[in-house]
């Protein structure tokens, strides 16, 4: 007696490559989008103020996290701005002047789809001293 093979074994080899292939394209969007937020930024700027808090964050994706006082009128309570720092330089750079008045440039990106690229909008990407 011959075995015939099944009419449903190739039914459910085209399901399941139609689902890796969904897979991989969600993926693949996912991936484009968090690129996309990552490199367009929805705005730039500067602020200056004094580096009250600056540690270093994270369980597997470490981001440097800050926070900036900023002071209008002394005396006043100031506001807080916080903020992001993903490259170890500029990091450096804000361990190096703490304590001083300092001016950050910053670039604001939306609609970030995790923590893991930090806990901001707001990435520092320059750093100098204002006397």
Partial sequence: MVSTPSAG????????????????????????YTWLVLS???????RAGYVQKFSQK????????????????????????????????V????????GKR???SYDQHLGIPSTCFGETGYYVSKVHAVE
Wanted: some cysteine; aromatic content about 14%; glycine content about 6%.
């Fill in 40 to 46: 367009w930024s929805y705005s730039s700027g500067e």
């Fill in 58 to 89: 994270g369980w597997l994706c470490k981001t440097w996290e800050g926070e900036l006082a900023i002071v209008a009128i002394p005396g006043s309570l100031p506001e807080i701005f916080k903020f992001t720092v993903r490259d170890d330089k």
């Fill in 9 to 32: 074994a190739p039914r459910a080899k085209n399901w399941f490559l139609w689902f890796v292939g969904f897979v991989v394209a969600l993926v693949l969007l996912a991936a484009a």
């Fill in 102 to 104: 300092v001016a950050i």
């Fill in 91 to 98: 990091a450096a750079e804000i361990n190096a002047v703490m």
